[in-house]
């Protein structure tokens, strides 16, 4: 199905299942335990051997030499690969570093080695005995350091072009009688998420299949088969369930290669599981931020002038974090600037992990927004209004398809008791705690990709839907079901959802909030074209209707289930809507904290999440994506921190000891609320992405709201007690 006009009414207009609050199908399994992860398929052999992975442990240079025999000897083992018998490999197209190191080390952490052996401690035993000799290289393990001299990064098709520019920006800054010219700085962050990397390989012959947690299967044949130089038939990937992935899980990594090596060596089905120190330095992690905001602006609050400069760094052949692309969008000014620069870093490689650029980007321009309102004397949401745009403000006669950004502020101003802000800060005492309130925009991109979908009725009178789309926790099960039972007509309990299966047609996959849209647009492309099959199968002519799982037309009215064995394989691909209009969703964050007068110990009390994202398929999903987003956001604010030592060049606090993210105890009451909207430009299901937009300016909230109660504006993240102590107001 080709969608290059606006969607009309259709199917899922009837609202009968999509768009209700309808708890997780796969809820009972994730409960109950019974949910078969990647590391848990026992049926796949009565006894696999496990691997253990041998990671760097320079973060540049060679291996001198690697001695294997005390590791060969030990209990257990049967097998360990290195690159000198691993055989010949490539890389994968969305790998940056090798997999597979060695002689030559990229990073710390990379794969060097994996011992195979009977059980999971013999296997660890024996890699402690790999004895590995290095020669260690100089290596850029410091942004900072880095940042004079990085070249301007280069334009990719997710990413957008390294530098922009409308108007004459510096001259227009030059005369604003108001300006802001600041610098704020992110680190680096680690997924962090419960499930770890892991994978169970096994070989029939020459062909593979793989057991792993994988958010783009698509992807994961295309280079898993490429790295191995196999052909993608003789590959099969399998990630049915996978316990998160926030962008860490997009692409090939370390556990699945040395699997299926290790599977190969072993002549058994191998699994293996990352361990915690390698998922931070091994897998991707979000790189961190430099970036330069300047702001000019009239006396009556209308920007005229912005910029937005920001350096990020990565391995040679990476890329950056696009931390400015929000600002290319979110508010008027008719003169701009914006640029990504990108240096080369020694450290593990840099990529996506949830919201990659705008989560970024939006705690440096959600914050200067914050300074810009205090400057001018306006009160920070009326400051947003007045800079309102319903157009691209680089490309004017490019509109958005939908943007109601002011009624989410407007909207959650009330609801939050926004009128009750002391717009002078640290003026509300609570007992010892200093309180204030913050805010920030929230802004996410809608992106169109193309996603099949196979459906079929079978014996039992059931919609089966097939699809490799994957769940990564966001409900994907529940969403494609309900999309299949409205569209054909059936109830919920009557339709069977299959994923995460390379065997199934290729989908979109779960990343950049993609996947709820796209994925049920390519089902709702396969049952609409079922619907037509069955139609002229039994006759009810172009006007059918499907219902209470019966099909009319003509005069006629049959069970759906009569017309078993019928199979239509479809999806969705979409024209040029994209770009003849802006696709994007939006937002408005509230928040409440409070600051201990005496430590700077900050205590969030509550948020609030006003979001505008077209139809929302599943409120209680949805719901659940928004406030996990919020949640991590916290963490962005107040705690997540890779901390680098620039002398070796790793992540030192490489485990969820000493990487901090928020508890249950750190986060307090979160509300979420979805306007109610459709977005015919869209899709067919009128509905755009949620699962980032929910993190996109969260943490700037929580820094305005901080500097709201205390006076101290903090510009370098996590704001840590640290960094507010010294300017908190005279307790005494």
């Not at 309180?435 to 925009?441: D, N, R, Y």
């Not at 929230?442 to 039992?460: H, P, Q, T, Y």
């Not at 089966?464 to 926790?473: A, F, K, S, Y």
């Not at 209680?620 to 604010?637: D, L, N, P, Y």
């Amino acid at each position: 199905m080709r969608f290059d006009q606006p969607a009309t009414t259709n199917p899922i207009d009837q609202g009968k299942v999509v768009g209700w609050p309808t708890p997780r199908i796969d809820g009972k399994l994730k409960t109950t335990g019974t949910a078969p992860y990647a590391y848990e398929h026992h049926d796949v052999s009565p006894r696999p051997a496990v691997g253990f992975v041998v990671g760097a442990g320079i973060a540049k240079g060679r291996v001198a030499g690697m001695d294997l025999k005390a590791a060969r000897a030990a209990p257990g083992v049967i097998a360990i690969v290195t690159a000198q018998n691993a055989g010949k490999l490539a890389k994968g197209s969305k790998n940056t570093a090798r997999l597979l190191g060695g002689p030559e080390v990229e990073h710390y952490h990379q794969a060097l080695a994996v011992v195979v052996a009977e059980t999971f401690e013999q296997a660890r035993a024996a890699a402690a005995l790999v004895d590995i000799r290095y020669e260690a290289a100089p290596g850029r393990f410091d942004l900072a350091a880095q940042k004079p001299g990085a070249p301007m990064a280069k334009s990719d098709g997710m990413g957008g072009k390294g530098e922009t520019r409308h108007g004459d920006f510096e001259a227009a800054f030059a005369k604003a009688p108001v300006q802001l010219d600041a610098t704020y700085t992110t680190p680096d962050q680690g997924h962090a998420m419960m499930e770890p990397h892991a994978t169970i390989a096994w070989w029939e012959g020459r062909k593979l299949t793989v057991w792993t947690s994988n958010q783009m299967i698509g992807w994961a044949v295309g280079d898993l088969a490429r790295t191995l130089g196999i052909a993608k038939e003789d590959v099969h990937v399998k990630s049915p369930y996978i316990g998160g992935g926030f962008g860490g899980k997009l692409f090939l990594r370390a556990d699945v290669l040395l699997a299926a090596l290790g599977a190969r060596a072993a002549k058994r089905p191998v699994k293996i599981a990352l361990q915690r120190p390698l998922i931070f330095n091994n897998t991707t992690h979000r790189p961190a931020t430099i970036q330069r905001i300047r702001l000019g602006a009239g006396r009556d609050g209308r920007i005229t002038s912005v910029a937005h400069e920001s350096w990020s760094g990565d391995l040679p052949g990476g890329g950056p974090e696009t931390a400015v692309n929000q600002t290319r969008l979110l508010y008027a000014g008719e003169h701009r600037y914006t640029a990504m620069r990108l240096a080369t870093l020694d450290l593990p490689e840099g990529n996506a992990m949830r919201a990659p650029g705008e989560a970024s980007g939006m705690m440096a321009l959600e914050v200067a927004m914050d300074e810009m309102a205090e400057k001018l004397g306006l009160d920070p949401v009326e400051f947003r209004i007045r800079n309102d745009t319903q157009v691209d403000p680089e490309k004017p006669l490019r509109p958005f398809s939908q943007r109601r950004f002011v009624e989410c502020l407007k909207q959650g101003a009330e609801r939050f008791g926004w009128n009750k802000r002391s717009a002078k800060p640290a003026q509300v005492r609570d007992g010892r705690w200093l309180v204030g309130l913050g805010m920030a925009a929230a802004f996410r991109n809608n992106i169109a990709m193309k996603s099949k979908a196979r459906v079929r009725l079978d014996g039992e009178g059931r919609v089966v839907v097939e699809t490799d789309m994957t769940d990564i926790g966001t409900g994907s099960y529940t969403i494609i079901a309900q999309t299949a039972a409205e569209v054909m007509g059936v109830a919920l309990e009557r339709v069977l959802v299959r994923l995460g299966d390379s065997e199934f047609p290729v989908s979109c996959g779960s990343g950049g909030q993609w996947g709820g849209n796209n994925s049920c647009a390519g089902v709702y492309a396969a049952c609409m074209k079922l619907r037509a099959m069955v139609a002229e199968k039994g006759g009810f002519g172009g006007d059918a209707t499907f219902a209470n799982g019966e099909v009319r037309g003509g005069g006629k009215t049959a069970p759906l289930e009569s017309f078993s064995g019928l199979v239509a394989e479809d999806g969705i691909e979409y024209g040029d809507l994209d770009k003849r209009y802006q696709q994007s969703t939006f937002g408005g964050h509230f928040v409440e904290v409070a600051v201990d007068a005496f430590t700077g110990e900050v205590r969030v009390r509550r948020m609030l999440a006003v979001c505008s994202a077209g139809r929302i398929l599943n409120p209680i999903s949805a719901r659940s994506q928004v406030i996990g987003a919020m949640t991590m956001g916290v963490g962005a604010a107040l705690m997540e921190e890779l901390h680098v030592d620039t002398r070796r060049g790793f992540f030192v606090n490489h485990d969820l000891a000493g990487y901090e993210v928020p508890s249950h105890a750190d986060i307090p009451h979160q509300e979420v609320v979805f306007l109610d909207e459709v977005d015919p430009i869209s899709s067919p299901m009128k509905a755009k992405g949620v699962g980032e937009l929910g993190i996109c300016g969260v943490a700037a909230a929580v820094a305005n709201a901080i500097y709201n109660a205390t006076g101290v504006r903090v510009r370098d993240y996590p704001i840590t007690l640290d960094k507010l102590l010294a300017g908190l107001p005279a307790v005494a």
